[in-house]
């Protein structure tokens, strides 16, 4: 049970807003009467106030207060020996606060050039928000994470085509792992779609989800769509040929191939989700205009771990808790951005997905 304070809920809730920022007594209040879980009237909320500015961690200024860069200083190293206390949502966004400044160039390459949504996440409750007023969210700069992360937007979910495009950039492979699936068994799974590919000549890229699951993504030089392609008939839906049925037909195919090496444990249907309790989704729905995908580096909202990226030697040793924050960021110092996509000629690749398409 960790031996969390009045002081620590106060300090938390200050330690989220920008620097320099001051908030009023009432706000402070509320946040402190919430996550305490306990009653504090005005002057004993004064009382703790004024302890922290007696130790210089928090300063007061017409009647409102701010922590100081001491205060910051002391509650870095105060939040790992209470963390199990503190507001868990506060603390992702104070976590992500610190976080990205270290691998926002990374995290850039792939919001630039494309509308982004982004989850915010407040006490008890979260939303992905697509717009400010009538336009979509770009996100071009460090500035604008910064913008972002000050209104406790944590989670970078940028859309897999560039504005107006009328094809995805990249093929991405989402593995929805169901409750009843193993991590280890998942891991099965992403290496053997993994092996399909790099059989074609495509060179896979790998990230964890952030959540219980993986990504596999690649990328293709500039190719025309194939002129015998026809979209593969689903009993769901009615299909267009256009690039994204063609992108998403990609990982169906993967699919089907990867179950000829596991039967029975992946699917390519999105519906029915209790039915698919015991196996791996290779979820292609996400593949469609507008259809859009959390970025690498980005911390996903829910867990607080970061979605990173993960070589294939590295899938069998991988654990949850190395996808900390803090983590990657000494593991991003040390080798820089590790989620490569190197085009390829998707030839091979795209020949027998076309000749898959044709079976009935």
Same mark, same amino acid.
């Given at each position: 049970m960790s031996d969390v304070t009045p002081e620590d809920h106060v300090l938390m809730t200050l330690a989220i807003k920008r620097g320099g920022k001051f908030v009023d007594l009432e706000h402070i209040q509320e946040k402190l009467c919430r996550d305490a879980g306990q009653k504090f009237d005005e002057e004993g909320t004064k009382e703790i106030l004024g302890g922290l500015i007696g130790k210089r961690l928090v300063e007061e200024k017409e009647g409102e207060y701010a922590i100081t860069e001491g205060g910051r200083k002391y509650f870095e190293r105060r939040w790992r020996q209470v963390r199990g206390g503190l507001n868990q949502d506060y603390l992702r966004v104070y976590r992500a606060k610190q976080y990205y400044p270290h691998v926002v160039d990374a995290l850039l390459e792939f919001c630039r050039d494309r509308w982004v949504s982004v989850f915010r996440l407040f006490t008890g409750r979260a939303w992905l928000q697509r717009k400010i007023g009538p336009k979509y969210i770009t996100i071009k700069s460090a500035k604008d994470v910064e913008r972002w992360l000050n209104v406790h937007g944590i989670d970078f979910i940028p859309y897999i085509h560039r504005v107006n495009s009328d094809r995805p950039d990249w093929l991405v492979i989402d593995f929805d792992a169901g409750r009843r699936v193993p991590l280890e068994k998942t891991k099965e799974v992403v290496k053997a779609?993994?092996?399909?590919?790099?059989?074609?000549?495509?060179?896979?890229?790998?990230?964890?989800?952030?959540?219980?699951?993986?990504?596999?993504?690649?990328?293709?030089?500039?190719?025309?769509?194939?002129?015998?392609?026809?979209?593969?008939?689903?009993?769901?839906?009615?299909?267009e040929r256009n690039y994204f049925s063609f992108y998403a037909d990609i990982v169906r195919f993967?699919?089907?191939?990867?179950?000829? /090496?596991?039967?029975?444990?992946?699917?390519?249907?999105?519906?029915?989700?209790?039915?698919?309790? %015991?196996?791996?989704?290779? %979820?292609?729905?996400?593949? /469609?205009?507008?259809?859009?995908?959390?970025?690498?580096?980005?911390?996903?909202?829910?867990?607080?771990?970061?979605?990173?990226?993960?070589?294939?030697?590295?899938?069998? /040793?991988?654990?949850?808790?190395?996808?900390?924050?803090?983590?990657?960021?000494?593991?991003?110092?040390?080798?820089?951005?590790?989620?490569?996509?190197?085009?390829? %000629?998707?030839? %091979?690749?795209?020949?027998?997905?076309?000749?898959?398409?044709?079976?009935?």
């Open positions: 779609a993994h092996g399909v590919l790099a059989g074609y000549g495509v060179k896979p890229a790998i990230k964890f989800s952030g959540s219980r699951g993986f990504q596999i993504w690649a990328r293709f030089k500039p190719h025309e769509l194939p002129r015998d392609y026809r979209p593969k008939e689903l009993r769901t839906e009615r299909r993967v699919e089907s191939r990867v179950a000829e /090496k596991l039967p029975g444990l992946t699917t390519a249907e999105t519906a029915g989700k209790e039915a698919r309790v %015991d196996k791996v989704l290779f %979820d292609a729905s996400i593949i /469609k205009p507008m259809g859009d995908v959390r970025a690498p580096y980005s911390i996903h909202f829910k867990t607080g771990l970061v979605s990173m990226p993960l070589k294939l030697r590295e899938m069998g /040793k991988f654990k949850l808790d190395q996808a900390d924050p803090e983590l990657v960021v000494k593991r991003y110092e040390r080798r820089g951005n590790e989620f490569v996509l190197e085009p390829v %000629d998707g030839g %091979d690749l795209f020949g027998a997905v076309v000749e898959w398409c044709m079976q009935r």
